[in-house]
């Protein structure tokens, strides 16, 4: 039903205390519970991405944990279920670790991850970046493109803002809509229906209203092509970038 209505999911993912509340505040402007401590967060918080017109969704997820007690594993197989089926995850890893560290929690996502999630639809995030030196954050970057995510990782701060634009951007470009179509609707009965619909799946560039038709311009998903065929006549298509 999300995807059939033009909602994509984006999951916030890793070890517990690597800033998955507080990324998640900040990209949907809401207030959560912000904890320094395992387990505080023991189910899924799904918001909207703010300063869009998309419809992306996120969902903070509980985090990897070694040794799971017994009374965690349903908690963690639902948390799991949100990775699994989400378009994006985002791989949220503390920058602050030791490096040993941080290679042993990479090689736990990447078994926790693979194959069942794409490594194209992960995105290592280095996360408290505003703790650490320019060089400290390059050598991170490095110890992450060398890993099993082959990956430039974006290095982020929730404190001081730093990387969170080119965040929302790469967010963006991962959900392209890859297809521009300019479509005539009769303007009769069904126009309104049709239109919701347009803006509803797709997003709608231009509607101009005349008399007898709206011409609109829409971009839209490769699958919904034929859907908008069938609402009017299309009388121009193109790829979108």
């Known amino acids: 039903v999300r995807k059939d209505r033009g909602y994509h999911l984006v999951a916030l993912a890793g070890y517990a205390n690597a800033g998955k509340s507080s990324l998640l505040n900040v990209l949907a402007?809401?207030?959560?519970?912000v904890e320094d401590r395992m387990f505080s967060t023991l189910a899924?918080?799904?918001?909207?991405?703010?300063g869009t017109r998309r419809r992306i969704l996120l969902t903070d997820t509980i985090g990897f944990v070694d040794g799971v007690p017994f009374w965690m594993v349903e908690a963690f197989h639902a948390t799991l279920e949100e990775i699994l089926h989400a378009d994006l995850v985002l791989l949220l890893i503390d920058a602050t670790d030791?490096?040993?560290?941080?290679?042993?929690?990479?090689?736990?996502?990447a078994r926790t991850l693979f194959p069942k999630v794409?490594?194209?639809?992960?995105?290592?995030?280095?996360?408290?970046?505003?703790?650490?030196?320019?060089?400290?954050?390059?050598?991170?970057a490095r110890l992450l493109t060398d890993s099993e995510f082959h990956r430039v990782p974006l290095a982020i701060s929730v404190q001081d803002g730093r990387g969170l634009a080119e965040l929302r951007e790469a967010i963006h470009r991962a959900f392209a809509?890859?297809?521009?179509?300019?479509?005539i609707l009769a303007q009769d009965a069904g126009a309104s229906g049709k239109?919701?619909?347009?803006?509803?799946?797709?997003?709608?560039?231009?509607?101009?209203?005349?008399?007898?038709r709206i011409e609109v311009v829409v971009r839209c998903r490769l699958r919904d092509r034929d859907a908008i065929e069938r609402l009017g006549r299309v009388v121009l298509a193109r790829s979108n970038g």
């Not at 899924?44 to 703010?50: A, E, F, I, K, P």
């Not at 794409?118 to 991170?140: C, H, N, Q």
């Open 118 to 140: 794409s490594s194209d639809a992960v995105l290592p995030i280095l996360t408290k970046v505003d703790r650490l030196p320019p060089e400290r954050i390059a050598d991170m």
């Open 44 to 50: 899924t918080t799904t918001r909207s991405l703010t």
């Open 195 to 212: 239109l919701h619909w347009l803006y509803e799946h797709g997003e709608v560039v231009s509607a101009v209203h005349g008399p007898d």
């Open 29 to 33: 402007d809401e207030h959560l519970l």
């Open 98 to 109: 030791p490096d040993a560290e941080i290679r042993r929690k990479v090689r736990l996502a």
């Open 177 to 183: 809509l890859p297809l521009e179509l300019h479509i």
